[in-house]
């Protein structure tokens, strides 16, 4: 019975049985437990048969402690005998439909018992029947309902073998995985991602690493056996060698000598069209380009001061900021290196200075443990360690804008009470922080996270608003509006005086879903005559805003803030990868709200 698990195959078998439980009709408190231990799992830097081996599974947000037994379960035999129980009674086929776009739980029960579908060739046999136009002879099917079927059919065969990208945080935490174990191997000087991971891309395909070493046989032997390597793909040169991983993920390991290290780094970073245009500039210069270094292909005298190779006729550099000095450009940030207009700055030394991960001040998107009741996933930490952790980051100011309390299932003055209740609790930690210390202490705020309905309103009652500090608007439902809709829905709701923030602005989930539709110019004028923040949302399947968007965004003057949407304090650390996203999108740090100081944000926030 197999044992070891991919997340990805954890996180389905959690998502069977949320199916299960929703054709059961069970509560939905349980269903929804299930939904976010899968999601959490999917998207975990860590594998969590790795996190089971070192006892750290109460580490993931969403795993309680059933769902934590059951995993243990698992691991230990190979299956897990509630599961099985669950699923006992329903038709094996209805797990299968549930993988193609569009059919839900329900609709997959319903086909597989009606239809009998055979194991095996269950999408065969549903695909077949509805040419023939037996599905529309469903009850409570029709002849729409089977053709959005056969197209979703259409779609799920055309991503059947295509491999989902790695989300940025996933592959990030992968390199680095294996960069600490290559750091052990004495023959290591130092080693670097390459490629997209680099340049710090939302999703990563395979994972390539550059090592700098003067033996390199001693360090693909030593990588070679990385105890999660399944297979050696290549190993017949001294340069690469190839593997898969345990968890079916391809690292291309690519070695060089100190002398032309930095010329590799460069070589091997840059998106396909940057390089492509570096070469060009490079030639119209007499200049060739490789991963050994560079060439002179007129006959001019050697350039004094650089490490020339008269074996190789080639210039070696060791760093990349002296390749970049060498073609008489500035040092370009890898995560400028997409053929967006870097080449021409470098040259006129207009790059900008990007931001840092140090500059950030505060974090206005974080999920606490109040009770807040919402229909929506709460926070697993408390107020208090929430503080604490952000304290230790260096930050002056923090806001908890948990989800707004459901409006199904609390009268109005149900919600204002909850909200006040909030701000008193906020206002007693705030003063009894001020009591403690001489200094000024870390400022929390009171802060809520909206849904925005259809129609634009807030799923707020007006009342509650006096109670909080500032409010972030965002988009959970309803996708499918057309993009005039969808803009006016954004407009009205940022109209309100306590709205701050457009969280995740664009909707997206990578490798699940594209975004919804706006006319960001409209959302940009607005933004910027009105004060408003569009967010970076740090959640490694949003990373949203999109750097291109960014880019646009800043170009017009709009502020940006990074929130990282924690709902546990180990999420924090995912700042990162927002502040990745905003160099990939040119940003400084006076662009970003949140590295202001506590007195200038709090001017900001009153405007």
Partial sequence: MKKTFTNQEIAE?????????????????????????AASIEHATSDVKDLWDDRKLDQLAGVGPNIASYLDELFKTGKVTHFD??????????????????????????????????????????ENMGKKGKIREIEGFGEKTEKDILEGIVRFRKGQTK?????LPVADSLAHEVLDYLEQCPAVIRGDALGSLRRMVSTIGDIDIAVETTDPKKVIDWFTRYPKVRKVLDQGQQSL??????????????????????????????SKSHNISLREFALKNEMSLSEHGIKILSQKSKFKGQNYNSKLKIYQFEKEESFYDFLGLDWIPPELREDQGEITAAVQHRLPKLIEPKDI??????????????????GGSSIEEIVRKCEGLGYEYVGLSEHNPSISQHRENEIITIIKKKKALIDQIN??????????????????????????????PEGAFKYLDYAIVSIHSSFNLSRARMTDRVLKALSHSKIKIFGHPTGRMLNRREGYELDWEVIFDFCLKNNKWLEINCWPERLDLPDNLVLQAIKKG????????????DQLKMMKYGVAVARRGWAEKNDIINTLNLNRFMDELDK
């Fill in 241 to 270: 060698v190839r593997v898969i991983l345990d968890n079916g993920k391809q690292i291309d390991l690519r070695l060089q000598t100190p002398e032309s290290y930095g010329a590799m780094l460069q070589y091997f970073t840059g």
């Fill in 85 to 126: 129980e669950v699923k006992k009674d329903l038709p094996k086929a209805m797990f299968v439909l549930l993988a193609i776009p569009g059919i839900g739980p329900k609709t997959a029960y319903q086909l597989a018992g009606e239809l009998k579908l055979r194991q095996g060739k269950e999408i065969v046999d549903l």
């Fill in 163 to 167: 491999e989902k990208r790695m989300l």
């Fill in 558 to 569: 709009v502020k940006i803030i990074i929130n990282t949407d924690s709902h546990q304090v």
């Fill in 431 to 460: 003063y009894s922080s001020e009591k403690r210390t001489n200094n000024l202490p870390i400022k929390i705020l009171n802060g809520l996270e909206i849904d925005i309905q259809p129609s634009g309103k807030l799923a707020l």
């Fill in 13 to 37: 078998l959690l998502r069977e049985i949320a199916a299960a439980y929703i054709v059961k009709n069970e509560d939905r408190f349980k269903i929804m437990a299930y939904e976010n231990a």
């Fill in 361 to 378: 001040k505060g974090d206005l998107h974080l999920h606490s443990d109040f009770p807040i009741e919402t229909s929506h996933d709460e």
